[in-house]
């Protein structure tokens, strides 16, 4: 998939994971929902693997494992308190305003717009940050093997439509970058 390309969880995915927030067969206290969490790591892993892909693909060299161990961690992370927040939102709209348990039926009507939401545009703008996220974090690493050879950086002018103001009088600044290690 690319930047912007359309990207979702299949109803069946959120069906599932509403029944089973529903039923109680997920404590959302404690366990995160394990369709949710295996589509949210999936997906993650996917748009990391497209940003280091393009990275690759312009020109710099893989990556290292410890690297690329450190994405999948991160995803699993990032998604786990995704998936987190998510099973809690749902968990709350379960029942009326008495605290009794809504109809199913309700409960899926209730939820939809909440759903869709995540499930649109929010992960939408969630999976386009994690392609060009590791894109660049593995054009840094190439920047972090080439140090030594070329250890200077340029603050370039934003491409973003509304560049803020502040940065601008650092365009052009041509930087000497001292790193661990």
């Given amino acids: 998939m690319l930047v912007g390309d359309s990207v979702s969880f299949s109803p069946d995915v959120i069906e ?10 997920v404590d959302v206290d404690k366990e995160l929902e394990p369709g949710l969490l295996h589509e949210t790591v999936n997906l ?6 497209k940003g280091i892909s393009d990275s690759v693909n312009a020109g710099a060299p893989m990556p290292a494992d410890a690297f690329l161990n450190a994405i999948k961690t991160n995803n699993e992370v990032f998604s786990a308190f995704r998936v987190h927040r998510m099973q809690n939102d ?3 709209m379960l029942t009326d305003g008495d605290g009794e348990l809504k109809p199913f039926s309700q409960i899926a009507k209730d939820v939809a717009p909440y759903t869709s ?6 992960l939408q703008t969630e999976y386009d940050t994690a392609v060009l996220r590791a894109h660049q974090a ?10 030594d050879v070329y250890p200077n950086l340029e603050w370039m002018p934003s491409t973003s439509t509304t560049p803020g103001e502040d940065h601008r009088v650092f365009w052009g600044t041509i930087t000497h970058i001292v790193t661990g290690k």
Avoid: M, P, S, V
């Fill in 16 to 25: 599932g994971a509403l029944r089973r927030i529903y039923q109680k067969k």
């Fill in 90 to 92: 749902i968990a709350k």
């Fill in 44 to 49: 993650f892993n996917r748009a990391a693997a």
């Fill in 117 to 122: 939401h995540q499930n649109k545009a929010w």
């Fill in 138 to 147: 593995a054009d840094w690493q190439q920047f972090e093997r080439e140090k």
